[in-house]
């Protein structure tokens, strides 16, 4: 159903909220379902190893990439920003990495970039295929993809994804520090453009679009689906780091039961967290496109009472 198609049954009184509502908790409900299957735990802590694995490499070849641009301080500033996602405890092994890394001379930001270009591909794709196993199992994909093809479309995600964020931190830290060095603000009302909560929750959800229509299961998942499972996995992260910044701020002192490791306890909670909102977004795409076929093709018990 359009959004076209559902203004007018509105108009024409065609359209039951309750039976809207209903059908929504349903499908939610089917969703968490999948999300708590008894094996998913094991995919979510498969991708967070592999994530926490991958993320700093990535920081170092950022680092390398961006110092041939411009001033590593000034970049290791707007990274610090684009970090203000995560919640306090864990945004400090990001600043103390930046920090770090914007301090060492070029030549040796060169020499780890150039490592870590080896360590993180290699975490990076076991991490995707880590991801793409958990979701085909979320999805009850029948025909999964033999050794090569699964390999292969992991390779392509990682390649992908790995290039959208090169893209999306390009765009990101070039209007910062452009506008920063030159003060422009052709835009200075709109707080949301230069916000990192929107350019991470616009990236976010359209690539998981991307990877739940085309790398969850052998036949694309109907865009609708995707999307709204895309923005679902977003909007949990954003949650998620707020939810679990709140509850170390203002609620709980993690240090006192886990002293000088709670920061990495908190990045790991919060790592899981995030896969957790990824594959519930996976979940949530499959149950709405099991609903949407299901209301263009009728089962075959409605066939028979409707014929009776």
């Known amino acids: 159903m359009t959004f076209l198609e559902l203004i007018r049954r509105v108009r024409e009184g065609q359209w039951d909220p309750v039976h809207g509502l209903r059908l929504s908790l349903t499908v939610l409900g089917k969703a968490l379902s999948r999300l708590w299957g008894r094996d998913v735990m094991l995919y979510n802590g498969g991708v967070s190893f592999f994530v926490m694995l991958a993320i700093f490499p990535a920081l170092a070849i950022m680092m390398g990439l961006y110092s041939l641009l411009s001033d590593p301080t000034q970049v290791a500033a707007q990274g610090e920003a684009m970090a203000r996602v995560m919640p306090d405890a864990a945004r400090l092994i990001f600043q103390s990495e930046l920090m770090r890394l914007s301090r060492a001379p070029p030549e040796t930001v060169s020499v780890q970039s150039g490592m870590a270009l080896l360590i993180g591909g290699y975490a990076s794709h076991r991490g995707f295929k880590a991801l793409l196993a958990g979701l085909s199992f979320i999805h009850d994909e029948d025909k999964p993809r033999g ?162």
């Open 147 to 308: 050794f090569l093809s699964f390999n292969l479309i992991a390779l392509a995600v990682t390649i992908a994804a790995l290039a959208a964020l090169a893209i999306l931190s390009m765009v990101f830290f070039g209007f910062r520090i452009l506008g920063e060095t030159f003060d422009l603000r052709p835009l200075r009302g709109a707080l949301w453009l230069y916000s990192e909560w929107t350019w991470a929750s616009v990236g976010m959800t359209l690539g998981m679009a991307l990877i739940y229509r085309w790398a969850m299961s052998r036949e694309p998942v109907e865009w609708r689906a995707s999307l709204l499972g895309g923005a679902a996995a977003a909007g949990l992260c954003i949650f998620a780091s707020w939810a679990l910044g709140y509850y170390v701020t203002d609620i709980a002192e993690l240090g006192v039961t886990y002293g000088s490791v709670a920061t990495v306890v908190i990045f790991l909670i919060w790592l899981s967290w995030n896969v957790n909102a990824v594959f519930f977004g996976g979940a949530l795409a499959t149950e709405v496109e099991i609903a949407v076929h299901r209301r263009r093709v009728p089962l075959a018990s409605e066939l028979v009472g409707l014929r009776d």
